[in-house]
T-cell receptor, first 117, second 117 residues
Framework: AQTVTQSQPEMSVQEAETVTLSCTYD???????LFWYKQPPSRQMILVIR??????QNATENRFSVNFQKAAKSFSLKISDSQLGDAAMYFC??????????????FGKGTHLIIQP | NAGVTQTPKFRVLKTGQSMTLLCAQD?????MYWYRQDPGMGLRLIHY???????AKGEVPDGYNVSRLKKQNFLLGLESAAPSQTSVYFC????????????????FGNGTRLTVT
C-alpha cells in the first residue's frame, strides 16, 4: 500500500514571502500522479497542482510550484509571494495509474498554513 | 451542472441510531468514493465503487456499508452509529484514468459534518 507523509503539522509565513511545504511518499509503482490540495475553512477541496511521475519537469501553476524528486520520493510545494488567501490546510496526495486509478487518492495528514499579515 | 452533491450537510445522531448519507454526481463518472476527515488525520478512504452494482473496502471500512444501485448515486450507511464515527464525510467521483487521455481529477462534494453523541 502507498503511504504519504507530511511532517509539518503547521507552518507560518509572512505575507509576500515564500514558503515550502514538504511531502514524502512510499510506493513500489512507477506510474502515478502526485497532487497538492488546498482546503480553506469552507471545507472545499481545491486542486492546486498536479505532477505526473513520468515527467521530469516540475509542475508550475502561477505562484505555486513543486520540487519533485522521484528517486527520493519527495514532493514539496513552494508558494511564492504568499497571500492572505493562501491560508488553509494543504494536503499532499498520491494516485496510482494502475486499475485506471480505481483506488482513488491517498492523502497525507495535512499541513496547516498560516499567513502573517 | 451540479457536480457532486452530498445530502445532508449536517447531522447529529445519538449512539446506536442509523442513517444514510447520499452522494449524487451528474458527470457520468465510473468511480465514486467515500472519505472521512478527522483532525490531524487527513482524508481516509472508507469505501469506493468502480461501477454500478460494485463496491470495495478502503482503508477504514468498519462500521459502514455502501451501495451503488445507480451509476450516479453512492450511498453510505451507518447501521449503529458510534461516537468514533463523528467526522466530516466527503464523497468524490472521477472518470476512469485512460492512457493517452488528459487527466480528469476527482470531483469532491462539500462534505457532511456528522456528530454522534
Amino acid at each position: 500500500a502507498q503511504t504519504v507523509t507530511q511532517s509539518q503539522p503547521e507552518m507560518s509565513v509572512q505575507e509576500a514571502e515564500t514558503v515550502t511545504l514538504s511531502c514524502t511518499y512510499d510506493t513500489s509503482e512507477s506510474d502515478y500522479y502526485l497532487f497538492w490540495y488546498k482546503q480553506p475553512p469552507s471545507r472545499q477541496m481545491i486542486l492546486v497542482i498536479r505532477q505526473e511521475a513520468y515527467k521530469q519537469q516540475n509542475a508550475t501553476e502561477n505562484r505555486f510550484s513543486v520540487n519533485f524528486q522521484k528517486a527520493a520520493k519527495s514532493f514539496s510545494l513552494k508558494i511564492s509571494d504568499s497571500q492572505l488567501g493562501d491560508a488553509a490546510m494543504y494536503f499532499c496526495a498520491y494516485r496510482t495509474l494502475s486499475g485506471g486509478g480505481a483506488d482513488g487518492l491517498t492523502f497525507g495528514k495535512g499541513t496547516h498554513l498560516i499567513i502573517q499579515p | 451542472n451540479a457536480g457532486v452533491t452530498q445530502t445532508p450537510k449536517f447531522r447529529v445522531l445519538k449512539t446506536g441510531q442509523s442513517m444514510t448519507l447520499l452522494c449524487a454526481q451528474d458527470m457520468n463518472h465510473e468511480y465514486m468514493y467515500w472519505y472521512r476527515q478527522d483532525p490531524g488525520m487527513g482524508l481516509r478512504l472508507i469505501h469506493y465503487s468502480v461501477g454500478e452494482g460494485t463496491t470495495a473496502k478502503g482503508e477504514v471500512p468498519d462500521g459502514y456499508n455502501v451501495s451503488r444501485l445507480k451509476k450516479q448515486n453512492f450511498l453510505l450507511g451507518l447501521e449503529s452509529a458510534a461516537p468514533s464515527q463523528t467526522s466530516v464525510y466527503f464523497c468524490a467521483s472521477s472518470p476512469r484514468i485512460r492512457p493517452g487521455q488528459e487527466y480528469s481529477p476527482l470531483h469532491f462534494g462539500n462534505g457532511t459534518r456528522l456528530t454522534v453523541t
